[in-house]
Nanobody, 116 residues
Framework: QVQLVASGGGLVQAGGSLRLSCAAS????????MGWFRQAPGKERELVAG????????YNGAVVKGRYAISRVTGKNTGYLQMNSLNPEDTAVYYCFAGPPSGRYWGQGTQVTVSS
């Protein structure tokens, strides 16, 4: 069983930064891709970024636009999402995930609110 605990969300002013963390537990999690989706009120969940089990090959969703950076400390089974130049459109619940698209595990979500 894989468990994911997300943290680091909060309230920030436009132009500010936040760093989200996702701590994973479970024996097989080290072989999974990890990453983040987000969901704003009234909108569908969308990909933010993901990274392979080895920490290589990060991939970004269209929302990133060069402002975010995803990383992973494999030995600690922890993933990070550094978000910079935040704007109000980034306000959403951010969910970390682990695993392939056919069977992802999800964290509980962490709220990010960006004020103008």
């Amino acid at each position: 069983q894989v468990q994911l605990v997300a943290s680091g969300g909060g309230l920030v002013q436009a132009g500010g930064s936040l760093r989200l963390s996702c701590a994973a537990s479970g024996r097989t999690v080290m072989t999974y891709d990890m990453g983040w989706f987000r969901q704003a009120p009234g909108k569908e969940r969308e990909l933010v970024a993901g990274i392979s089990w080895s920490g290589r090959g990060p991939y970004n969703g269209a929302v990133v636009k060069g402002r975010y950076a995803i990383s992973r400390v494999t030995g600690k089974n922890t993933g990070y999402l550094q978000m910079n130049s935040l704007n109000p459109e980034d306000t959403a619940v951010y969910y970390c995930f682990a695993g392939p698209p056919s069977g992802r595990y999800w964290g509980q979500g962490t709220q990010v609110t960006v004020s103008s």
